[in-house]
T-cell receptor
């Protein structure tokens, strides 16, 4: 079955700097890749997603890139702010089941 | 839009009792609802997939007789943890996939509830 690996497990950046989180997936049939932000004690919140027919997608300070050949995708956050501090999860799914397989998570800390 | 609620938000129960958790999509109809389990500082692990009007599909290693799932309508799914034990203590989270894509979303988008924290004493 699908396996999603996520790196790094923790990331500390200065406010205003950029943060990059990377994920790789194993099943080439996966075609949908969302990113979720989870704050302590809360459910995950979708922040951006991308389908396999698109190489890049941007929404204000957040962008996601996808390399289907290499089977990896990345989350880019620019001009980080303290409120961006949270745990970020990548995930992958395919049309046949829509089941999300999550990465292990990245704890992002933005230092003021 | 795309709000999913869970009830209760937290529950404490004695070992051996059963606990029911509700998951509702408040402003959309959900073709499919998913149930996840998350231990502290770990990722979300899919437990089962629930489709309205049909039996749930459980992931490997998840006991279907212990975690009973009922998807009674297009807006409600329930998870019942039967004969709960301390090792069942966890954060249970549901998600819902809309019947049709919502504004800003796609047919694959899942919207998550706020989670239910279960503590079994």
């Amino acid at each position: 079955g699908e396996n999603v690996e996520q790196h790094p497990s923790t990331l500390s950046v200065q406010e205003g700097d950029s943060a990059v989180i990377k994920c790789t997936y194993s099943d080439s049939a996966s075609n949908y890749f969302p990113w979720y932000k989870q704050e302590l004690g809360k459910g995950p919140q979708l922040i951006i997603d991308i389908r396999s027919n698109v190489g890049e997608k941007k929404d204000q300070r957040i962008a996601v890139t996808l390399n289907k050949t290499a089977k990896h995708f990345s989350l880019h956050i620019t001009e980080t702010q303290p409120e961006d501090s949270a745990v970020y999860f990548c995930a992958a799914s395919m049309d046949s089941s829509y089941k999300l397989i999550f990465g292990s998570g990245t704890r992002l800390l933005v230092r003021p | 839009g795309a709000v999913v609620s869970q009830h209760p938000s937290w529950v404490i129960c004695k070992s051996g009792t059963s606990v029911k958790i509700e998951c509702r999509s408040l402003d959309f109809q959900a073709t499919t609802m998913f149930w996840y389990r998350q231990f502290p500082k770990q990722s979300l692990m899919l437990m089962a997939t629930s489709n309205e009007g049909s039996k749930a599909t459980y992931e490997q290693g998840v006991e279907k007789d212990k975690f009973l799932i009922n998807h009674a309508s297009l807006t409600l799914s329930t998870l019942t943890v039967t004969s709960a034990h301390p090792e069942d203590s966890s954060f249970y989270i549901c998600s819902a996939r809309p019947y049709g894509p919502l504004a800003g979303g796609s047919q694959e988008t899942q919207y998550f509830g706020p989670g239910t924290r279960l503590l079994v004493l």
